[in-house]
T-cell receptor, first 109, second 116 residues
Framework: TQLLEQSPQFLSIQEGENLTVYCNSSSVFSSLQWYRQEPGEGPVLLVTVVTGGEVKKLKRLTFQFGDARKDSSLHITAAQPGDTGLYLCAGARGQGLAFGKGNQVVVIP | GAVVSQHPSRVICKSGTSVKIECRSLDFQATTMFWYRQFPKQSLMLMATSNEGSKATYEQGVEKDKFLINHASLTLSTLTVTSAHPEDSSFYIC????????????FGSGTRLTVV
């Protein structure tokens, strides 16, 4: 059973369009993290959200943590080809992290 | 920022041999290191957690005698895949966390292991 469910698993959009991907769980997390992973590389941390209802912005990326701290979303405005990658959400589990399967985003020039 | 170096990036080995993967924190002391495994189109699955100077804690279903983890110093952890089999072929990623609540998780660049 996957602790964190990410949807959609795959998304292909044209450059300049907006997109939103989701990370959902039935469990409450003290915090959630979003990472981007390129093929053959380790994940790179984008943001950590801690407070329910929190919204964080990182340039064209907007991250939101659900009020109940069970879900999160990532919105990309005016997507660029450089935004292509696998976006992973992760929540603390023990000392380590539990990851979702990821949202594979492809931005077509 | 915090940097974690993982080596080698790719390795091919024969069935039955052992392979060692190194994970180093370059500019901070990693009190805790984590080892993950990622199969194609799958998520990262935590294999084990190691704290410096103590035995690693393995996740359910991970064979501790097959995946030997050593965390002998605050900057180095190693994962040794013993008696490797083709089904052990995967992408192995380490992560390190320093002391203090502000230290997040920093990931290495991963090791692609292929057992032939």
């Amino acid at each position: 059973t996957q602790l964190l469910e990410q949807s959609p698993q795959f998304l292909s959009i044209q450059e300049g369009e907006n997109l939103t991907v989701y990370c959902n769980s039935s469990s409450v997390f003290s915090s959630l993290q979003w990472y981007r992973q390129e093929p053959g590389e380790g994940p790179v941390l984008l943001v950590t959200v801690v407070t329910g209802g929190e919204v964080k912005k990182l340039k064209r990326l907007t991250f939101q943590f659900g009020d109940a701290r069970k879900d999160s979303s990532l919105h990309i405005t005016a997507a660029q080809p450089g935004d292509t990658g696998l976006y992973l959400c992760a929540g603390a589990r023990g000392q380590g992290l539990a990851f979702g399967k990821g949202n594979q985003v492809v931005v077509i020039p | 920022g915090a940097v974690v170096s993982q080596h080698p990036s790719r390795v091919i080995c024969k069935s039955g041999t052992s392979v060692k993967i190194e994970c180093r924190s370059l500019d901070f002391q990693a009190t805790t290191m984590f080892w993950y495994r990622q199969f194609p189109k799958q998520s990262l699955m935590l294999m084990a957690t190691s704290n410096e100077g103590s035995k690693a804690t393995y996740e359910q279903g991970v064979e501790k005698d097959k995946f030997l983890i050593n965390h002998a110093s605050l900057t180095l952890s190693t994962l040794t895949v013993t008696s490797a089999h083709p089904e052990d072929s995967s992408f192995y990623i380490c992560s390190a966390r320093g002391q203090g609540v502000d230290y997040g998780y920093t990931f290495g660049s991963g090791t692609r292991l292929t057992v032939v």
